[in-house]
T-cell receptor
């Protein structure tokens, strides 16, 4: 059984650019969620994908978008990067159900300069 | 709107002392509550969930709906308990859980 993996681990982008972050779900998991964790804060829910469809979204603007592929891997895309987008981005995979365990990746540290 | 509050950013205790990490929540329905932990240089992982009503690594947490609390407790702290602890709430919408996290409490167990 493989765990959740994210790439890249670190990334530096310039304000206004676009970025794509990638996540491979844990084997057998059909749901992937993305979180943003600013320094000193808890993770904040961005959105969730279930069977390749968006299944819930947090309080994030449309320039945050995502995809889930048939193999349940996922991408997070952020357009028109702003300085405040600098954060740790976490991917979590799980099975369906509100009481299921979320398995987290190690995160991608994005710095916008 | 759902919210999770962890009032302490840092909690420092001596080894062998009791530990209580506080968590209060705000949610209009019946929430599912979790404690996640992040040890140094490791990824965020589930410690326990209220629906399981189990003790993990000596930790327990009881859901008190009257006080809207889900405090994490351990009678005797160990050095290996030093970590960042996050309380989280999941709503009732379909699909996998969508977690609302608190800001976290850093637990430091001193010798």
């Amino acid at each position: 059984e493989t765990g959740v993996t994210q790439s890249p681990t670190h990334l530096i982008k310039t304000r206004g650019q676009q970025v794509t972050l990638r996540c491979s779900s844990q084997s057998g998991h059909n749901t992937v969620s993305w979180y943003q964790q600013a320094l000193g804060q808890g993770p904040q829910f961005i959105f969730q994908y279930y069977r390749e469809e968006e299944n819930g979204r947090g309080n994030f603007p449309p320039r945050f978008s995502g995809l889930q592929f048939p193999n349940y891997s996922s991408e997070l895309n952020v357009n028109a990067l702003e300085l405040d987008d600098s954060a740790l981005y976490l991917c979590a995979s799980s099975l369906t159900g509100v009481d299921t365990e979320a398995f987290f990746g190690q995160g991608t540290r994005l710095t916008v300069v | 709107a759902q919210r999770v509050t962890q009032p302490e950013k840092l909690l420092s205790v001596f080894k062998g002392a009791p530990v209580e990490l506080k968590c209060n929540y705000s949610y209009s329905g019946s929430p599912e509550l979790f404690w996640y932990v992040q040890y140094s240089r490791q990824r965020l992982q589930l410690l326990l969930r209220h629906i399981s009503r189990e003790s993990i690594k000596g930790f327990t947490a009881d859901l008190n709906k009257g006080e809207t609390s889900f405090h994490l407790k351990k009678p005797f702290a160990q050095e290996e308990d030093s970590a960042m602890y996050y309380c989280a709430l999941s709503g009732i919408t379909g699909g996998g859980n969508k977690l609302t996290f608190g800001t976290g409490t850093q637990l430091k167990v001193e010798l």
